[in-house]
């Protein structure tokens, strides 16, 4: 039995959209026909999951979202720790989701399960439905017998990084908004108001002040060629984003945040509490240890540091300890190594990675929080720089005229 997904017009003459079970997709038409209503489009999940882990430089990629994902990961650690079934579990979570797409996933794992394959093979042949290290997290713990407990720590992980998504993107939400103001106040001004002031100087051939003629010089540049210069930007972003798919660019700029002293504290802050967290997760799974650093290497979205620890890696491999090959890459925090070097000597890795975890955790708060704070300042100075030279260069020919009278 698999998951297909349909379209279908039913007795009104609206799409309904959804997921059945079914042996093969005749069976599904039948059910919609049964139902009084005229199939569309049906098509098995599986395919379609088969279909999408190419990613293009633009794309809509048919992946569960952080927070849907941490939200379906902890009720399924809740209903294995009930002991139920493992298809029972997914069947439980699929209708209790709400997106049709992640109802779709969940019954094509489901149907895999009941053909015979494991959870996390399950898991793997949904294409990018789900990210790599949460399938090698969840074979580890099918491995180790320990499922349920992996499942809550990873419910933990992901509700904690999803936590610190929403914090970012609600810190960010007033700056932007003030930014784009800003914006158009500044825009709206060397438009409209600027010529409309500063021309009845011009008209009489008054002398102007050097600021006055550079502002009407931008000004009557952007009004001109204002929607060129749109054009233009929009252009550059998509050229940038062009050249930093490339292995050559990314590499370079993850080297240059990773060492520059602007994002340099926030961008390791990151990458250690990431790194930190899967690792911890997969140590105290019982997952080895050089599997588990090619599992964790796996979450890094910086380039260079992945690079950096792939070498860390390979001195393990040849018998060095933890501790002296991530002291090698030089971009791990004092505290992370020296909770390594702890839990080595004592025997309980696991247990001080994951308290190494929860203070690398606390450290990516607090650079977060200050990293925002630095944030509306800036944009303030700059609202007013922008706006007190604009209200000074229309000043300055008024002063000018009143010293004349």
């Known amino acids: 039995m698999s998951a297909f997904t349909y379209s279908a017009l039913d007795a009104s003459g609206h799409t309904q959209n959804g997921v059945l079970e079914a042996d093969s997709s005749r069976q599904v038409r039948e059910q919609i026909r049964g139902k009084g209503w005229v199939p569309l489009s049906v098509g098995e999940q599986s395919q379609v999951a088969a279909n999408v882990s190419v990613r293009p430089l633009f794309s809509w990629r048919r992946q569960i979202n952080h927070k849907d994902l941490a939200i379906l990961t902890r009720q399924l650690a809740t209903l294995v720790q009930s002991g139920m079934p493992i298809e029972e579990c997914l069947n439980t979570v699929a209708l209790q989701a709400e997106e049709q797409a992640t109802k779709g996933i969940l019954l094509s794992v489901r149907s895999k399960v009941l053909e015979g394959h494991s ?5 793997r042949q949904q294409g990018s439905a789900f990210p790599p290290t949460f399938s090698e997290m969840i074979a580890a713990g099918e491995h180790s017998g320990y499922l349920d407990t992996v499942l809550e720590q990873l419910s933990d992980h992901l509700e904690t990084a999803s936590d610190t998504r929403q914090k970012v993107k609600l810190a960010l939400i007033y700056p932007a908004m003030l930014f784009s103001v800003a914006m158009l ?4 001004l060397l438009t409209y108001v600027v010529p409309q002031v500063v021309g009845v100087f011009s008209e ?11 502002l009407i010089t931008v000004s009557d540049f952007l009004q001109v060629n204002g929607g060129l210069l749109l054009l233009l930007f929009a252009m550059l972003l998509i050229v940038v984003r062009w050249i930093f798919s490339f292995e050559g660019p990314a590499l370079w700029k993850d080297r240059v945040l990773l060492n520059s002293r602007i994002t340099r504290g926030l961008t390791r802050a990151s990458a250690t509490a990431q790194f930190s967290n899967t690792l911890s997760i997969l140590v105290m799974s019982g997952v080895p240890l050089v599997e588990s650093l090619k599992i964790a290497r796996e979450v890094l979205s910086n380039r260079y540091l992945t690079e950096q620890l792939t070498a860390a890696i390979r001195s393990v491999e040849e018998g060095e300890s933890l501790h002296n090959a991530l002291t090698q890459c030089a971009q791990f925090s004092p505290m992370l190594l020296h909770m ?4 080595e000597a004592s025997g309980e890795l696991g247990r001080m990675l994951s308290k190494a ?5 606390r450290g990516l708060n607090y650079a977060i929080d200050g990293s925002m704070k630095l944030v509306e300042p800036m944009i303030l100075l700059f609202i007013g720089g922008a706006i007190f030279t604009i209200v000074l260069a229309i000043l300055q020919p008024i002063f000018a005229l009143n010293q004349l009278i």
């Open 357 to 361: 975890a929860e203070h690398e955790q």
């Open 185 to 188: 106040m500044v825009l709206g």
């Open 204 to 214: 009489q051939n008054a002398q102007l002040p050097v600021l006055t003629q550079w």
């Open 340 to 343: 390594v070097a702890s839990g």
């Open 119 to 123: 959870l996390a093979d399950a898991l």
